[in-house]
């Protein structure tokens, strides 16, 4: 089916430019905003989450440990999202860098809201976790009343990711007020 009269060409033109002005094609992927967050409002986050289990991940663009671990990060989120994994990314890049933070993420197919940290330092590090040194990635799994099941540091393969969501799944499902 052709275009074959001018009010059809025209209501297809404003279609397009239409389109052009949200920025998005018909088939582009979810967009959002990577939002700046400091640790005490990740402390919120994890305070208000609901589900079963919660993966707070934080990682950066520069580290390649992180960029090769990413992949199998995103695949466990899309495939235990509906057993109840929440997975919180926070990129440790600097403030100046959140376009390839957007970047990053679009091209691995995060379709859900993700973090740039405000500010890593020593104060930042403190209140994710005393015992965490810092080092990148880090992963800590949070069952659904609230308790830290489990936390590294450094890259892990798929597999162990996803032992540690089965095992804290199990975990009985009663939420403590305020992680």
């Known amino acids: ?30 967009q959002y905003t990577v939002k700046t967050v400091t640790a005490e409002q990740i402390r919120g986050l ?11 991940h934080v990682w950066a663009t ?8 990413f992949p199998d990060i995103v695949a466990l989120a899309k495939k235990h999202r509906e057993d109840g994994l929440q997975v919180l990314l926070v990129s440790a890049d600097a403030q100046t860098n959140v376009a390839a933070v957007s970047r ?19 104060s930042f590090i403190r209140a994710i976790s005393p015992a965490w040194s810092g080092a990148l990635p880090a992963s800590f799994y ?13 890259s892990r393969s798929y597999a162990t990711h996803e032992a540690t969501v089965l095992r804290v799944l199990k ?4 939420k403590q007020e305020g992680r």
């Open 171 to 174: 975990q009985p499902q009663l």
């Open 142 to 154: 949070y069952a659904a009343d609230g308790t830290l099941a489990e936390a590294w540091e450094g």
């Open 62 to 69: 520069w580290c390649p440990p992180c960029v090769n671990e």
């Open 104 to 122: 990053f993420l679009a091209a691995h197919g995060v379709d859900w809201q993700s973090y740039l940290a405000a500010n890593v330092n020593d």
């Open 1 to 30: 089916m052709g275009l074959s009269t001018p009010s059809q060409y025209a209501a297809a033109v404003v279609a397009l430019v239409l389109c052009a002005s949200c920025g998005q094609s018909p088939s582009s992927p979810h």
């Open 46 to 56: 994890l305070a208000s989450e609901t589900n079963r289990v919660t993966l707070l």
